[in-house]
């Protein structure tokens, strides 16, 4: 099931995720940003936005990301390492400051599964995966991370 982000205000944002178990771990699969803005192509607008949202509610809740890979149809082929995002410092991250982290996950995707020699820096609004250490319930996480709260009604 797909959710949206939601500012603090309640305000929608344009970004997009949905809440996975993969093997005994919780998942958040954050879509990716694309398409011409403005256009009825453009999807996950908000993609830095709601991506830095997630990223502080999971910090103030002291949930910590075990992994992030890249989880696109241009990755599927790689190995798991291969789509690991080199954040510059070791797994499990602990969410101190979300806008760095934020900064840190774009800068890094932008590198996975990139062809040998291409021009330009990269897309940094992929569609990733992020490992979430928590005892959570997946509805309880989907609410955490879409309105701040995991038990609000």
């Known amino acids: 099931m797909l959710h949206k982000v939601r500012k ?6 344009d970004a997009s995720f949905r809440v996975e178990r993969v093997g005994d771990a919780w998942t ?5 940003g694309g398409g011409t803005r403005g256009s009825a192509a453009e999807r996950n607008a908000d993609y830095a936005e ?3 949202f997630l990223l502080r509610r999971l910090g103030h809740a002291g949930m910590d990301v075990s992994d992030i890979v ?3 149809r241009e990755t599927d082929r790689l190995a798991l390492g291969d789509r690991r ?13 979300a806008d760095a982290l934020r900064r840190k996950i774009s800068a890094a995707q932008a ?9 330009g820096a990269g897309n940094r609004t ?6 979430i250490r928590t005892a959570l ?8 991370l879409s309105v701040g709260s995991a038990h609000e009604p």
């Open 111 to 119: 590198k996975v599964g990139r062809a040998e020699g291409a021009r």
């Open 137 to 144: 319930s997946s509805p309880e996480l989907a609410r955490l």
């Open 8 to 13: 603090d205000d309640g305000a929608q944002l």
């Open 28 to 32: 958040v699969v954050f879509e990716s």
């Open 50 to 52: 709601g991506l830095e």
């Open 126 to 131: 992929k569609r990733i995966r992020l490992f």
């Open 85 to 97: 995002l080199d954040l510059g410092e070791p797994y499990p991250v602990r969410v101190v400051d």
């Open 70 to 72: 890249v989880e696109s």
